[in-house]
């Protein structure tokens, strides 16, 4: 067998090496019994940085730090995330019915099926109000349905709803879609 003759290595080659790639400062080593806060806390005969903020800028050399700013992208604003998740909804995977409801039945039979959706996980539900053709007063569950949607859309429990044909008018159903 043949063995190679490398020379043994020095411990004191590997510690330079070390401290030359890591900079002037050692790194600290955290532990679970230290005090974030005291580490953090400004001495006024250090320069230690007093917030995490200040110790991560003080870390990254300004070149750096610039480079990872020009090329951080673009956050998508709320209206482009939203369409994009409209987009990439599933077809509904539920449907309520609510033809025959009064306006007080079917705002509760609405709730309780949109919590069942979410607690399914689904993303994607289909509420048919109906157009309101049979009814002598007109269509009155696509204002009762249509403002409960607009409550729980600003409280967060539905992320948008549409009429499913693009029309309040044309339509007889709401597509609904979920966090």
Not at 97 to 104: E, V
Not at 127 to 141: D, F, Q, W
Request: net charge positive.
């Amino acid at each position: 067998m043949h063995k190679s003759k490398r020379p043994p290595r020095q411990a004191g080659s590997t510690a330079k090496a070390t401290k030359k790639r890591a900079g002037t400062q050692p790194i600290r080593k955290l532990t679970a019994g230290d005090d974030l806060g005291v580490l953090f806390s400004q001495d006024p005969e250090d320069t230690t940085p007093h917030s995490f903020a200040g110790a991560l800028a003080t870390g990254i050399p300004a070149t750096t730090l610039a480079e990872i700013l020009t090329e951080k992208e673009e956050l998508p604003t709320p209206a482009q995330s939203l369409q994009a998740a409209i987009r990439k909804s599933p077809p509904p995977q539920d449907r309520l019915d609510l033809h025959g409801c009064t306006g007080p039945e079917a705002e509760i039979k609405t709730e309780n099926f949109l919590t069942r959706a979410r607690r399914n996980h689904l993303k994607t539900v289909l509420i048919i109000t109906g157009k309101g053709l049979h009814s002598p007063e007109g269509s009155v569950l696509k204002d009762v349905i249509e403002a409960r949607l607009k409550i729980m859309k600003n409280d967060g429990s539905i992320l948008a709803y549409l009429w499913e044909k693009k029309d309040r008018e044309k339509s007889g159903a709401l597509l609904v879609y979920l966090p």
